[in-house]
């Protein structure tokens, strides 16, 4: 460990030696930027354009003239960027100065299709994603508008590389895979930490409503040297709203689940920003309630009950001009339960599997800048802890209720530095020191399970990001010290980036992740057949899971004609090695609990391509298409069944060869618009238990194309309230699985295909 301790402070002193040292003393304020965002044409100004100050992050909107200002401003550049849905991002450079007010002012040309979205999963730093060094794909409330998606799980299937499943007909796990790996080699990230544990993260995506995200990013290959434990498939990173100016929204939709339940979902989001920007706050509420669904008539629910209150917020305070903090929260209360006999308690019934969740979430961030905004300081905190009750249990058994507390916290440091020259370029040095917790305590008293786990992971992290006129270069490590494992665990990464033009750049990236051993996640959830709990021990030795990620990407926009274009080509390798899988050691003999035991096998490759194209004309058609080819294999034949009848295989089940999606939208009228979206998921093999079957077997499934259709009108009711009125209808053709087990029998983890049957909806939205 000494060795990379070394290794780590070496390359921290080699390039903080690049870096310009800090200026003496503060730095005098100067006077201001104000300015005028006009259409072009029109010159008709555009009110609520964003104008960010790139070097310090503060940001304002445009009033309803298109006017904005910026008061009290240092001396010195600045980087102004301004952005408005459905027009060109611009950027300018601007000096100011004490002795004078600059004017600027910025003519947007219509643009039907994003490309340069600020991010920063890339790198950890606020860029835009024409510049990233590596691939970050953006969802935003457009899409989740589109898809009519009211939490997480329903929208990540519009990305290629991107599925997601329910893996249980009872409890409703979702699970997302991206380029074809399990949930557990995705890690979710809420505003960059990694506050969801692998308790909450079983049914963590259903749980976190659409109205409380500003975007979601998406970077698919290994992600361990930038975020740790977890990210081998890749990295989803939640932003949640942050308040940029004074509105509010409040809506509500009624579905109906095949004619035959009822589900209600309400939300409202409101902002607050004063006049100079020193604060703000956003809120946001939503709730939810689904009537259990029993799609073939056995008595049985396909999707379970499901009750869920969400409120949160997240707010500014700039107590200088030069630093920030920023302060979140958000709570969750569901209940959701699936099985059969609802008007009964629990233990009454054939089989339930039932959970009561209170979760709060919450962080905070301090930022400050020196020496012009050139070198930034971030302390963060963060804390998730999630209250479980549950029941999952069979045959009116009374002993399978059970408890849990799970604690996640994580805190930690970070410092940016811009640097005017580095060996051979300007270039950014970030670096970082953070510490995680996870405390976890699982009791299921009937079973004999109490269960105590605590992790935790010290890590450090360096990277340099070197900026060319046609090359950016970024290299960096992370050293995680994890309580589980042994040795020091050493993720590296490098990415390059090649981009001639505005309109073209190419990507080349070697990047790395691990899996470290853990004693809970979702296979604890009881879903074998009768409802016997089971618990999971880990080998001695065990080693974590490694990943080598290797892509290749193209993105390159165009325009012929009046259309608007763009086509990203992303070709991935992913080698797994030291595999995790459950072997099974029989009943414990003064429990009677079926126990597992978690242990290294060989491995396994993943490789295909991703395609995404976008094509528009204005307003009035948007297409978006994603296609991906993949093959998903483990490199010895892997037993799947305790049936030494049952073969083999080396085929991952679960994950088709070929999936996609697109999305269609248009607007022909002023007030009106509508939108078709759909999801293709190819075959697969899905392993089936017996039970309801005489003997366990491998089934090959169909393929399935579930389509969506959505009408909105708008109504302006003046000139600061709006009324939408939408309605529609999800799953068109009801493409839902056939061949369901039915009674108390049943395999209730085999399901698969699209997670929800033909629905039909009916909206309505005040906002201004």
Not at 622 to 634: C, D, E, N
């Amino acid at each position: 460990m000494k060795k990379y301790i070394n290794l780590l402070m070496g390359v921290v002193c080699a390039l903080v030696s690049c870096t310009i040292a800090y200026a003496d003393g503060p730095v005098k304020e100067g006077n201001a930027i104000v300015g005028h965002v006009i259409e072009k044409g029109s010159e008709a100004g555009l009110p609520y354009a964003t104008v960010l100050l790139v070097e310090t992050g503060e940001g304002t909107v445009t009033d309803a003239g298109g006017y904005f200002r910026f008061k009290k401003l240092p001396a010195g550049e600045y980087t102004l960027k301004v952005q408005i849905m459905g027009y060109t991002t611009q950027v300018k450079k601007v000096t100011v100065s004490k002795d004078f007010v600059v004017d600027m002012h910025f003519v947007m040309e219509e643009e039907s299709i994003m490309t340069d979205e600020v991010v920063v999963s890339a790198n950890r730093n606020e860029t835009s994603r024409k510049v990233a060094p590596v691939v970050v794909n953006v969802m935003s409330n457009k899409l989740f508008e589109i898809v009519n998606s009211t939490d997480l799980a329903k929208s990540l299937n519009y990305q290629s590389g991107l599925r997601v499943e329910n893996n249980c007909q009872n409890c409703g796990f979702p699970q997302v895979r991206i380029n074809g790996l399990e949930g557990p080699y995705s890690q979710i990230l809420i505003n960059s930490r990694p506050v969801m544990s692998a308790l909450s993260g079983v049914y963590g995506l259903e749980q976190i409503p659409t109205n409380m995200i500003e975007r979601v990013e998406v970077v698919r290959g290994g992600g361990s040297a930038l975020f740790g434990a977890n990210a081998v498939g890749g990295t989803i990173n939640i932003i949640t709203k942050d308040p940029v100016r004074n509105s509010f929204q409040v809506a509500s939709t009624m579905s109906n689940l095949n004619g035959k339940v009822w589900e209600q979902y309400m939300g409202a989001n409101a902002s607050l920003v004063s006049s100079d920007n020193s604060y703000g706050i956003a809120l946001y509420q939503s709730y939810r309630n689904r009537n259990p669904y029993d799609a073939d008539g056995d008595g049985f629910s396909e999707l379970g009950k499901l009750n869920m209150n969400t409120f949160g917020l997240r707010a500014y305070y700039r107590p200088t001009q030069f630093s920030r903090i920023s302060l979140e929260y958000h709570t969750t209360n569901e209940f959701r339960r699936g099985g059969n006999k609802f008007d009964l308690q629990p233990h009454e019934t054939d089989i339930t599997e039932q959970t009561k969740h209170i979760i709060n979430s919450g962080g905070l961030t301090y930022d400050v800048f020196f020496n012009e905004y050139k070198h930034k300081l971030s302390v963060y905190a963060s804390a998730q802890h999630t209250d479980r009750n549950s029941y999952y249990g069979a045959d009116k058994a009374e002993n399978a209720y059970g408890k849990t507390k799970d604690l996640t916290a994580v805190g930690g440091a970070m410092y940016v530095g811009n640097m005017d020259n580095c060996l051979f370029s300007p270039a950014t040095f970030t670096g970082g020191l953070e510490y995680q917790y996870n405390s976890l305590h699982d009791v299921m008293t009937g079973y004999g399970r109490d269960l105590r786990q605590d992790v935790k992971i010290a890590s450090g992290f360096v990277q340099n990001e070197w900026e060319l006129d046609y090359f950016t270069i970024l290299a960096g490590f992370r050293l995680d010290k994890h309580n589980l494992v042994d040795n020091v665990i050493f993720s590296p990464r490098i990415n390059t980036l090649w981009k001639p033009s505005d309109k073209f750049q190419g990507r080349l990236t070697w990047s790395t992740g691990f899996r470290a051993p853990q004693a809970y996640d979702e296979d604890l959830h009881v879903a074998a057949v009768g409802g016997e709990a089971m618990e999971v021990r880990l080998a001695e030795g065990l080693k974590p899971e490694r990943s080598n990620s290797f892509s290749g990407s193209v993105d390159w926009s165009f325009n012929f004609g009046h259309f608007q274009s763009n086509l990203l080509i992303e070709g991935f390798y992913t080698a797994l090695n030291d595999v995790f899988y459950l072997e099974s050691l029989g009943k414990d003999p003064v429990s009677g609990t079926l126990v597992q035991e978690r242990r290294n096998g060989n491995g396994a490759r993943v490789y295909g391509a991703n395609i995404d194209y976008k094509i528009a004309h204005g307003k009035e058609a948007q297409l978006q298409l994603g296609f991906t080819v993949q093959r998903s294999r483990y490199t010895e034949a892997v037993r799947w069944s305790e049936d030494e009848d049952v073969a083999a295989i080396k085929r991952m089940p679960r994950t088709p060869d070929y999936y996609g999606y697109f999305t269609f939208s248009s607007a022909p009228l002023k007030n009106f618009d509508f939108s078709l979206s759909g999801v293709y998921t190819g075959r697969m093999i899905v392993p089936h238990f017996a039970g309801y079957i005489e003997k366990d077997r491998l089934e090959h499934t169909p393929d399935f194309m579930d389509f969506n259709l959505k009408l909105n009108y708008t109504f302006v009711l003046n000139d600061h309230l709006k009324l939408q009125v939408n309605g529609g209808v999800q799953n068109i053709f009801n493409a839902f699985q056939k061949d369901l087990d039915k009674g108390m029998n049943r395999d209730s983890k085999y399901f698969y295909g699209p997670t929800q049957p033909r629905t039909y909806f009916i909206g309505i939205k005040f906002f201004n």
